[in-house]
């Protein structure tokens, strides 16, 4: 955003309006406990009564960490403010410019924080801002948008009104997500994939998520894999595991997958069908988008992750997002869909 331009654009519209400004700009991927704190300390002493997150999710999720903790440092004969939080997402996949969610590194684990004030007040949606992310970033935040829809459709916190978020999002998602992976510059498939990640945050976050996002988080901490790539490669293993596809169908999850497969014009004359039918049609696009078949795939040797399963398992088991999965697990089945991934 720096060195694009972005952030002095957003500088001088402050300026424009008389408006004094201070900037944190040591950002870096998978943000964690240090460089929360670093924010904290420049927030504390800018004594701003207004939070401007402009970058992808790792700046937005720093900006709600700040917030979240900032209360906890501040000097306590200061009566406490909350600042009005502006969030305007440079990429189209985390959503968290309308969720309550953040998620930072603590000792090589991914750490989701869920609280109500650290969702933004405004939210600012400008598809220019992600004219310039390179198309594997494309990929991997794209797909996440895809996981965030599917996960809250199935979620047992579902709604008719989240349904219909979900549903919208996920259609926009495989129709466009190829084309602006190929030519960033087409602007109206850009505006309806940056519109589908504001969707499905707006989902999500009503719904909770679920297992593909719990296992994503500990695999993507431990072996420091991107989150949308983590979520890519959970993906199909959950999708057979919550629907019971080599086993016993569940009804509620196969029914509402199925359902997906039939918006998208995909065979689907029972549930059985539908799922398969919507493996499929995600396999066919993770391929087109250059994102990888198994772990295996990206480089990582089954020796070494056959190490690290159990305690991804255990992780992955008590993290937040497990709770509102449609079937509730045990570690054995989060092993099982780990391997399952290889």
Do not use: W
Not at 4 to 26: C, P, R
Not at 151 to 178: G, H, P, R
């Amino acid at each position: 955003m720096q060195d694009l331009g972005y952030l002095q654009k957003t500088i001088d519209y402050l300026d424009e309006a008389g408006i004094k400004s201070e900037v944190f700009s040591d950002i870096y991927p998978d943000p964690d406990i240090a460089l929360v704190a670093n924010g904290i300390k420049k927030y504390s002493e800018s004594e701003a009564d207004v939070l401007i997150a402009l970058g992808g999710g790792s700046a937005i999720d720093t900006a709600k960490a700040i917030l979240y903790f900032e209360s906890g440092f501040r000097n306590k004969n200061k009566v406490y403010k909350k600042p009005t939080f502006v969030a305007i997402p440079s990429t189209s996949g985390t959503g968290s410019e309308v969720t309550d969610f953040s998620v930072i590194t603590s000792n090589d684990e991914k750490v989701c924080i869920v609280d109500n004030d650290i969702s933004p007040d405004i939210a600012i949606l400008d598809p220019t801002c992600i004219q310039h992310v390179p198309s594997r970033v494309v990929a991997d935040t794209g797909i996440d948008v895809l996981v965030h829809s599917l996960e809250a459709y199935v979620s047992k916190d579902a709604t008719d009104f989240t349904d219909a978020l979900a549903e919208k999002a996920i259609q926009l998602i495989f129709e466009n997500l190829e084309i602006i992976y190929k030519d960033i510059n087409n602007i109206k498939a850009r505006s309806h994939v940056h519109n589908a990640s504001c969707m499905a945050g707006i989902a999500f976050t009503n719904t909770g998520l679920g297992i593909n996002h719990s296992l994503a988080h500990a695999f993507g901490g431990k072996f420091h894999i991107s989150h949308g790539r983590s979520n890519a490669l959970m993906l199909k293993s959950v999708i057979e595991f919550n629907s019971g596809l080599k086993s016993t169908l569940d009804e509620y999850s196969s029914k509402k997958y199925s359902n997906i497969a039939k918006i998208l014009n995909l065979p689907a004359r029972t549930s059985r069908e539908g799922v398969v039918s919507l493996i499929s049609e995600i396999e066919r696009l993770k391929k087109n988008i250059g994102i990888e078949n198994s772990i295996r795939d990206i480089g990582i040797k089954e020796e070494d992750f056959s190490k690290e399963i159990e305690v991804m398992a255990e992780t992955a088991l008590k993290d937040r997002c497990t709770a509102s999965n449609p079937k509730l697990p045990t570690k054995e089945d989060l092993i099982e869909i780990y391997n399952n991934c290889c």
